[in-house]
C-alpha cells in the first residue's frame, strides 16, 4: 500500500480556491504529523502548513489566512483547503508525513513518506 497518495490538484485563476486531498494509512494518519510542502520550478521545497496529531496547526506566513490544513478521521485523509489563490501559488504540492512534531517542521529532512505530488497552477 502505498503510504499517501495527494489528489486534486489543477488550474485555476487568481483569487479562486482549490481543496488538495492526501489519503493516508491508518497507521500513518493516527501516529504520523502530517504536513504539506509545495515546490515552484527552480525553487527549494517549502512546507506550507502542518498539523500535528492533536490537532495543532502551523502556516507558513505566506499562506496564513488563506490556505487551511484538516484532517478526516473517518477517511484517512489529509486536506489543504487553498483560498484567494495568486500566481506565486503555482507549484507542485506534497504531502508529507514525520514520526513527531517538530518546531522546524518546514525542514523536509524530518519527514519519512512523501506523497507522488500534485500540480497546482494559479494564472494571472
Known amino acids: 500500500q502505498v503510504p499517501l497518495v495527494e489528489s486534486g490538484g489543477g488550474s485555476v485563476q487568481a483569487g479562486g480556491s482549490l481543496r488538495l486531498s492526501c489519503a493516508a494509512s491508518?497507521?500513518?494518519?493516527?501516529?504520523?504529523?502530517m504536513a504539506w510542502f509545495r515546490q515552484a520550478p527552480g525553487k527549494e521545497r517549502e512546507g506550507v502548513a502542518v498539523i500535528d496529531t492533536l490537532g495543532s496547526r502551523r502556516y507558513v506566513d505566506s499562506v496564513a489566512g488563506r490556505f487551511t490544513i484538516s484532517k478526516d478521521n473517518t477517511q484517512n485523509t489529509l486536506y489543504l483547503q487553498m483560498n484567494s489563490l495568486k500566481p506565486a501559488d503555482t507549484a507542485i504540492y506534497y504531502c508529507?508525513?514525520?514520526?513527531?512534531?517538530?518546531?522546524?517542521?518546514?525542514?523536509?529532512?524530518?519527514?519519512?513518506?512523501w506523497g507522488q505530488g500534485t500540480q497546482v497552477t494559479v494564472s494571472s
Open positions: 491508518g497507521y500513518i494518519y493516527s501516529s504520523y504529523c
Open positions: 508529507a508525513a514525520a514520526p513527531q512534531s517538530y518546531l522546524t517542521w518546514t525542514d523536509p529532512s524530518w519527514y519519512n513518506y
